[in-house]
């Protein structure tokens, strides 16, 4: 019985999997996969469905903004976990959670009313030339919804590490930052590597904050100042106009698989790695 209800996910997966493929069968039929992998041209009316601007968009932004809140995150989690007061660490833990719980929508006019504004100032003093809707501004909001994230986690993960393991390398003459860097974080680099790939995760997939501050405009970035369009701010944007236009369900509908399917990628490819890690830290 318990098998069944534990085969429930893997199932579940599989049949969201299906059904959205399914539904893009249509569209494969019809457009070859060369011109929808490699083709930047989204025309619906005239039948064109290239989504290159959009793939490069969602990586543009996603693996930009976990640049960016990886080092913070993990310097949070290691001052919390190793220096700081149980009062400060109680506090932070608890404003972590209501930084993750903040709708995505409330960081997006967040982003709207201060980043983007921020942006364009700090592009014009490099004389660059920017309406603030670009890569860096939805990477940004989007790394400060996943630090939260990054951060609980890893902070939990760093407090599982033995005391034990600590105090033998203090009295092995190591230094307190000798023995968190050496020690504690190799320890915990498994967890840490898993929290990351959360936030990743919730990165690739996060709509509202991204599609408020990213430009939305159908092209491959050239640099974090332009505009981008990912995949999940093209299904917000016009999933409600996809009845009017032939074949436009099954490319909005694609566009869902692929971004499923890379989500999927690169979590299985980090779970191996990280079961490699895990056997290499054991053997």
Same mark, same amino acid.
Request: include cysteine.
């Given at each position: 019985?318990?098998?069944?209800?534990?085969?429930?996910?893997?199932?579940?997966? +599989?049949? @969201?999997?299906?059904?959205?493929?399914?539904?893009?069968?249509?569209?494969?039929?019809?457009?070859?996969?060369?011109?929808?992998?490699?083709?930047?041209?989204?025309?619906?009316?005239?039948? #064109?469905?290239?989504?290159?601007?959009?793939?490069?968009?969602?990586?543009?932004?996603?693996?930009?903004?976990?640049?960016?809140?990886?080092?913070?995150?993990?310097?949070?989690?290691?001052?919390?976990?190793?220096?700081?007061?149980?009062?400060?660490?109680?506090?932070?833990?608890?404003?972590?959670?209501?930084?993750?719980?903040?709708?995505? +929508?409330?960081?997006?006019?967040?982003?709207?009313?201060?980043?983007?504004?921020?942006?364009?100032?700090?592009?014009?003093?490099?004389?660059?030339?920017?309406?603030?809707?670009?890569?860096?501004?939805?990477?940004?909001?989007?790394?400060?919804?996943?630090?939260?994230?990054?951060?609980?986690?890893?902070?939990?993960?760093?407090?599982?590490?033995?005391?034990?393991?600590?105090?033998?390398?203090?009295?092995?003459?190591?230094?307190?930052?000798?023995?968190?860097?050496?020690?504690?974080?190799?320890?915990?680099?498994?967890?840490?590597?898993?929290?990351? @790939?959360?936030?990743?995760?919730?990165?690739?997939? #996060?709509?509202?904050?991204?599609?408020?501050?990213?430009?939305?405009? @159908?092209?491959?970035?050239?640099?974090?100042?332009?505009?981008?369009?990912?995949?999940?701010?093209?299904?917000?944007?016009?999933?409600?106009?996809?009845?009017? +236009?032939?074949?436009?369900?099954?490319?909005?509908?694609?566009?869902?698989?692929?971004?499923?399917?890379?989500?999927?990628?690169?979590?299985?490819?980090?779970? @191996?790695?990280?079961?490699?890690?895990?056997?290499?830290?054991?053997?």
């Amino acid at each position: 019985m318990t098998g069944a209800f534990a085969a429930v996910p893997c199932a579940l997966f +599989v049949f @969201i999997a299906a059904g959205l493929l399914i539904k893009s069968i249509p569209l494969l039929e019809t457009v070859s996969p060369a011109k929808l992998f490699f083709s930047s041209a989204w025309k619906p009316l005239q039948g #064109e469905f290239g989504f290159l601007a959009f793939i490069a968009g969602t990586l543009w932004v996603t693996l930009l903004s976990i640049l960016i809140a990886v080092p913070p995150s993990l310097m949070c989690a290691v001052y919390l976990s190793e220096y700081a007061a149980r009062g400060i660490r109680n506090a932070a833990s608890v404003l972590l959670d209501l930084l993750a719980a903040i709708p995505s +929508v409330v960081y997006g006019l967040w982003g709207v009313l201060v980043i983007v504004p921020l942006v364009r100032n700090f592009a014009a003093y490099f004389s660059v030339r920017t309406p603030g809707y670009c890569v860096l501004s939805a990477s940004l909001v989007l790394a400060c919804m996943v630090v939260p994230v990054i951060t609980h986690i890893s902070l939990e993960v760093l407090k599982s590490i033995p005391a034990d393991i600590r105090e033998a390398s203090l009295s092995l003459g190591a230094t307190r930052w000798k023995t968190i860097k050496s020690v504690v974080l190799r320890k915990a680099y498994p967890g840490i590597a898993a929290a990351v @790939i959360l936030g990743i995760s919730r990165a690739f997939g #996060e709509t509202m904050a991204v599609l408020m501050t990213a430009g939305n405009v @159908i092209k491959v970035p050239g640099s974090i100042f332009e505009p981008a369009y990912p995949l999940p701010a093209l299904l917000a944007n016009n999933f409600g106009e996809m009845l009017s +236009v032939p074949m436009y369900e099954s490319a909005l509908l694609f566009s869902a698989f692929v971004l499923l399917a890379i989500v999927t990628i690169f979590n299985v490819t980090s779970r @191996i790695y990280l079961t490699r890690v895990h056997r290499s830290l054991h053997a």
